[in-house]
């Protein structure tokens, strides 16, 4: 039994591709090991230790179909092994995409898709990784199936479909597959193995699989909306898509410039930070890559190909406008995080292509180094992320249980509501991102997971199911916590009230309240009518 099946995999996948499969595969376990054997939350886990998913107000109506082979539970072994088997298929798209046939190249290009910072923020989400990694493998899929010499209409329907697949589940890898698109022409450029008429007819297919692929994905959008009864969301300008005016246009063309000069140099000159070892490295990538691609054009002859070099110049171009081209769609997108982010991976690949192909041995080592390099910078800053998540969960659990400790002894019954005033002592806001301290993301910087009170009461209620005596006492009464609208789940395993804000705003401007002290003081935690008050500072009433 199943001695065939081993059988095609012996004599039928080459081994170009079982490199590239186990290469990432087997580097990105080796990399991410920590965080798929030790639970390592985040703020937003703390809501998703079971969640469907289905967050279609945010237009990602595929998401909870994607999530769905894992469970809907947050297993981190689950979801990491799951998602290194798709980034690793998608290495072997991408290994197919380039004709990568140097068995070096093959595993570097595995282990820089396993380890690209990317990923491991995405890791930080483990709950729904796997399913933003079966986007990133559906947009490499698009990509492979609509190359410049495909006329199958088969082909291009597929393509299509995956593109729609890969927007409904996170809209940021349809920027991989753009960008993975661009670097597949501009090495068909250099290669010169097309003519003009034939690049530009692609270029036109592209432009209309593209425009169709959106346009499919936002009609299924708006039908599950309408089916279900949901609303967009406000986050990022989702529910203000197509707002976008001609004068808003310098703004974001703008922001596109200062979002890949922020992704390469990590730092701001000029504000006295040292300059990071992430922006040594990408300095020197970037004179590589510029290197390597004059010299390409040079080696190729396709300097004498105006057409053609124009329209070389023109994909180096728009590679940064595709990166962000989700900054175009809405008037009030601002946020790009590092995951949104991804598809400059594509570029390191190819630079290092184009070396094995045009440059002497010492160059195309040189390359090699430099990415074993920022390979290697890539898996240690992984792990020290884990690290200080790993920090911050002790450190929260260790508060909230002692904190339970202390409500316990404070709950007279009398209770109905918990009051959490203010926000954590040295918790930084999670909007803040010092990328110059570790090269791409923040969360080193929290304290605990007990910012503020949405955050202590979902720790409260889903890591230690703690209730007030008054809801034991009188079952018949149904407590309630209201998230705020970025909670889109809220569940609470617990019986207790948050209090109305009316309430809650007399309440927490009280002499009562005021005298306390911050915690973990001794008096931190207190009675004070029918509420259980923790304060962390002074808070100033939210205005109605």
Not at 99 to 106: A, G, S, T, W
Not at 205 to 210: E, M, R, V, W
Request: hydrophobic share 50%; proline share 3%.
């Amino acid at each position: 039994m199943g001695s065939n099946v081993i059988g095609f995999f012996r004599k039928r996948v080459s081994a170009t591709r079982k490199t590239a499969f186990l290469s990432a595969f087997l580097f990105g376990l080796c990399v991410h090991l920590f965080k798929f054997t030790n639970t390592l939350p985040n703020l937003d886990s703390l809501q998703n230790f079971y969640s469907r998913q289905n967050v279609l107000a945010s237009g990602r109506w595929f998401l909870e179909i994607a999530c769905a082979p894992s469970s809907f539970f947050d297993l981190p072994w689950v979801t990491g092994i799951l998602s290194l088997v798709w980034i690793a298929l998608a290495t072997i798209l991408i290994v197919e995409i380039f004709r990568i046939q140097n068995p070096v190249l093959v595993a570097l290009t595995g282990f820089f898709m396993a380890s690209f910072p990317a990923v491991t923020e995405v890791f930080f989400y483990q709950y729904t990784a796997d399913g933003y990694m079966l986007a990133l493998l559906l947009a490499s899929v698009a990509v492979y199936c609509t190359q410049i010499p495909e006329h199958r209409i088969s082909r291009w329907i597929c393509g299509a479909v995956c593109l729609i697949l890969c927007c409904g589940i996170y809209q940021s890898y349809v920027s991989f597959a753009l960008v993975l698109a661009i670097a597949y022409f501009i090495r068909t450029l250099l290669e010169m193995r097309y003519d003009t008429k034939t690049q530009l007819r692609w270029i036109a297919k592209q432009a209309g699989l593209y425009g169709v692929s959106l346009a499919a994905d936002f009609g299924v959008w708006k039908l599950c909306m309408l089916l279900q009864h949901v609303e967009p969301t406000n986050y990022q300008g989702i529910d203000r898509l197509g707002t976008l005016q001609i004068s808003g246009l310098p703004e974001k063309i703008k922001q596109v410039v200062l979002e890949t000069g922020f992704y390469f140099l990590s730092f701001v000159p000029g504000r006295g930070k040292a300059v990071p070892f992430w922006a040594v490295l990408h300095v020197i990538f970037l004179l590589f890559f510029a290197g390597i691609l004059l010299y390409s054009i040079r080696q190729s002859g396709l300097y004498s190909k105006k057409s053609q070099l124009a329209l070389l110049f023109a994909a180096a171009a728009a590679i940064p406008f595709a990166a962000f081209m989700w900054l175009f769609a809405t008037s009030d997108m601002t946020y790009m995080g590092f995951r949104m982010k991804h598809s400059f991976c594509v570029l390191y690949i190819l630079a290092a292509v184009l070396f094995e192909q045009f440059t002497r041995l010492r160059w195309k080592n040189a390359m090699g180094a430099l990415l074993a390099v920022m390979i290697l910078s890539n898996s240690l800053s992984a792990n020290i992320h884990y690290f200080y998540f790993d920090r911050m969960w002790d450190k929260s659990y260790a508060a909230a249980a002692e904190m339970v400790m202390r409500l316990h002894e404070a709950d007279d019954g009398a209770a109905k509501y918990l009051v959490i005033v203010g926000r954590e002592a040295n918790a930084t806001s999670p909007n803040y991102i010092d990328k110059g301290s570790m090269g791409y993301y923040y969360y080193h910087q929290l304290n605990t997971l007990l910012r503020d009170e949405e955050n202590t009461a979902l720790f409260l209620g889903n890591v230690l199911e703690f209730s007030l005596k008054y809801y034991t006492d009188h079952p018949d009464e149904t407590p309630n916590f209201v998230p705020s609208e970025t909670s889109r789940h809220g569940h609470m395993n617990s019986r207790f009230s948050r209090m109305e804000d009316a309430a809650r705003a007399q309440l927490i401007v009280s002499d009562a309240v005021r005298t306390m002290n911050n915690w973990p003081a001794r008096d931190s935690v207190r009675r004070i009518g029918d509420a259980l008050v923790v304060k962390f500072s002074d808070e100033t009433p939210k205005k109605q």
